[in-house]
């Protein structure tokens, strides 16, 4: 099984952001893509409500993600003009 994962290095411990479906002690190969922690950048933003069914989903996929975003990143307004 090949997969690509999104992982949090933290306290010397490599933790999955998604559950895994592997039995405990499987032994894996990892192949290491360092990314910068968006989580450590601070935001100006205050928190975005969402105003629809179409924003919530981005809302939560972003914060699955780690991402913050701002209301103006988040507008669906100008995706139909």
């Known amino acids: 099984m090949s997969?690509?994962?999104d992982a949090i290095?933290?306290?010397?411990?490599?933790?999955?952001l998604v559950p895994l479906s592997l039995p405990d002690k499987s032994r894996v190969k990892l192949t290491?893509?360092?990314r910068p922690n968006l989580a450590?950048?601070?935001s100006a933003a205050s928190p975005v409500e969402p105003r629809d069914e179409w924003e919530q989903r981005v809302l939560g996929?972003?914060?699955?993600?780690?991402?913050?975003?701002?209301?103006?990143?988040?507008?669906s307004d100008e995706l139909y003009e």
């Open 61 to 75: 996929v972003a914060k699955d993600c780690g991402v913050s975003l701002t209301d103006s990143a988040l507008s």
């Open 3 to 5: 997969d690509s994962i």
């Open 9 to 16: 290095y933290d306290g010397g411990v490599l933790k999955p």
């Open 32 to 34: 290491i893509d360092a």
């Open 40 to 42: 450590a950048v601070p």
